[in-house]
T-cell receptor
Framework: KAGVTQTPRYLIKTRGQQVTLSCSPI?????VSWYQQTPGQGLQFLFE???????NKGNFPGRFSGRQFSNSRSEMNVSTLELGDSALYLC???????????????FGEGSWLTVV | SQKIEQNSEALNIQEGKTATLTCNYT??????LQWYRQDPGRGPVFLLL?????KEKRKERLKVTFDTTLKQSLFHITASQPADSATYLC??????????????FGAGTRLAVHP
């Protein structure tokens, strides 16, 4: 089956702009979570959506937002981009329950964002 | 403060040897711990999950241990191969419930297996 698909794969934005990243989870998966990965901070949890509702949120400013659609596809948006937002943004999906329920979390290949 | 620590230094080993990676955590009480592999420019790939009531878990050449008293997990790759070269990440659910998919990751340990 198709894996987690993220688009775009690479993008360059200017400070102050906003960006929208898209994630299509594996068919049947209803949980979608987003992570930011940087060399300095590693992988950091942004938020998780389940059935169009945000179920968990990490410690990121309000400039970072997301949403999930009825087909489980998800988007995340970063407004007023800063240089420090340059990172690999990863989307992950799983079945309804958490990973401790035995549901494996599958990551996409990520979207590389460079802010100049 | 809450922390997950992995050896920040790269681990270099000879092919055929056993690689052992360490994950220590403080101020968490996780119900389970996970290990992932990440290749450069790719997303992490799930390898193993071990629950707090499991001392050891195996999958092919991989073995994970979980000591909740020491607050430590060890990840072993036996008969290592150059193809095992990658960064290995440990992760846990800070809520301890495991009901959601919010994971806190360690910084990862880069493993290099030399022929």
């Amino acid at each position: 089956k198709a894996g987690v698909t993220q688009t775009p794969r690479y993008l360059i934005k200017t400070r102050g702009q906003q960006v929208t990243l898209s994630c299509s989870p594996i068919s049947g998966h209803r949980s979608v979570s987003w992570y930011q990965q940087t060399p300095g901070q590693g992988l950091q949890f942004l938020f998780e959506y389940f059935s169009e509702t945000q179920r968990n949120k990490g410690n990121f400013p309000g400039r970072f937002s997301g949403r999930q659609f009825s087909n489980s596809r998800s988007e995340m948006n970063v407004s007023t981009l800063e240089l420090g937002d340059s990172a690999l943004y990863l989307c992950a999906s799983s079945l309804a329950g958490g990973s401790a329920s035995g549901n494996t979390i599958y990551f996409g290949e990520g979207s590389w964002l460079t802010v100049v | 403060s809450q922390k997950i620590e992995q050896n920040s230094e790269a681990l270099n080993i000879q092919e055929g040897k056993t690689a052992t990676l360490t994950c220590n955590y403080t101020n968490y009480s996780p119900a389970y711990l996970q290990w992932y592999r990440q290749d450069p420019g790719r997303g992490p790939v799930f390898l193993l999950l071990i629950r707090e009531n499991e001392k050891e878990k195996r999958k092919e050449r991989l073995k994970v241990t979980f000591d909740t008293t020491l607050k430590q997990s060890l990840f072993h790759i036996t008969a290592s191969q150059p193809a095992d070269s990658a960064t290995y990440l440990c992760a846990l659910d800070p809520s301890g419930s495991g009901g959601y998919n919010k994971l806190i990751f360690g910084a990862g340990t880069r493993l290099a297996v030399h022929p």
